[in-house]
């Protein structure tokens, strides 16, 4: 048999709730920033998203590039358009075709011209060795290999240190530059090259 409790009292609702809006009214004080903490957030943000701007624009002012040796002279074209490097391996001569197509090469099943740029610029030549090496020059439609003489690396350019070309690199090699580098870092119009009907190869019998 239950006995009932004797020490039961009825419930204040009325304290309840002034505690419960005590509680409230204690809670929004300590999530509420203050005017100071604000400006400070606001701040903390705004320097945040500065940092991220500055970020974006340095690298939208510099261009990464791969820089190789012709003639002992330093190349560099964007490595937006390079879709790899490898050595010159297997190369097969082409017939009827022009004197700066060394020829083709057979890259894992693609085969693809490779352009000497040494002759097509009208630079001296010299005999290939193991340093040589063939850069794949890409776009969305076309696709062929330069030689280069050795890789120096990869690296950035500021694009305002890129100043017009020098008196002394006429002929048809200015046609496609963007630039030269205070290190004297010619720099190559890789969509140009890309693009330009003279380097398209077509075989003849």
């Given at each position: 048999?239950?006995?009932?409790?004797?020490?039961?009292?009825?419930?204040?609702?009325?304290?309840?709730?002034?505690?419960?809006?005590?509680?409230?009214?204690?809670?929004?004080?300590?999530?509420?920033?203050t005017?100071?903490?604000t400006?400070?957030?606001?701040?903390?943000?705004?320097?945040?998203?500065?940092?991220?701007?500055?970020s974006?624009?340095?690298?939208?002012?510099?261009?990464?590039?791969?820089?190789?040796?012709?003639?002992?002279?330093?190349?560099?074209?964007?490595s937006?358009?390079?879709?790899?490097?490898?050595?010159?391996?297997e190369?097969?001569?082409?017939?009827?075709?022009?004197?700066?197509?060394?020829?083709?090469?057979?890259?894992?099943?693609?085969?693809?011209?490779?352009?000497?740029?040494?002759?097509?610029?009208?630079?001296?030549?010299?005999?290939?060795?193991?340093?040589?090496?063939?850069?794949?020059?890409?776009?969305?439609?076309?696709?062929?290999?330069?030689?280069?003489?050795v890789?120096?690396?990869?690296?950035?350019?500021?694009?305002?240190?890129?100043?017009?070309?020098?008196?002394?690199?006429t002929?048809?090699?200015?046609?496609?530059?963007?630039?030269?580098?205070?290190?004297?870092?010619?720099?190559?119009?890789?969509e140009?090259?890309?693009?330009?009907?003279?380097?398209?190869?077509?075989?003849?019998?």
């Amino acid at each position: 048999m239950n006995t009932p409790l004797t020490n039961n009292k009825a419930i204040d609702w009325r304290e309840v709730e002034r505690r419960l809006e005590t509680a409230r009214i204690a809670t929004g004080h300590i999530w509420a920033p203050t005017t100071e903490d604000t400006q400070r957030i606001l701040k903390k943000r705004a320097q945040t998203l500065a940092r991220e701007a500055v970020s974006a624009e340095a690298a939208d002012a510099s261009i990464e590039v791969i820089e190789f040796l012709l003639a002992h002279e330093r190349y560099a074209v964007a490595s937006e358009y390079v879709r790899e490097v490898y050595p010159l391996e297997e190369l097969t001569p082409l017939p009827c075709t022009p004197a700066f197509v060394l020829g083709i090469v057979n890259l894992r099943g693609e085969i693809l011209p490779v352009i000497d740029l040494k002759k097509f610029f009208d630079l001296p030549e010299k005999g290939l060795t193991n340093l040589n090496k063939v850069i794949v020059l890409e776009s969305a439609d076309r696709v062929f290999g330069i030689l280069a003489d050795v890789i120096s690396g990869v690296c950035r350019i500021p694009r305002a240190g890129i100043q017009p070309s020098l008196p002394t690199l006429t002929g048809i090699r200015e046609d496609y530059l963007l630039g030269i580098t205070a290190e004297r870092v010619v720099v190559l119009d890789a969509e140009k090259l890309l693009h330009d009907e003279k380097l398209i190869v077509n075989e003849q019998a």
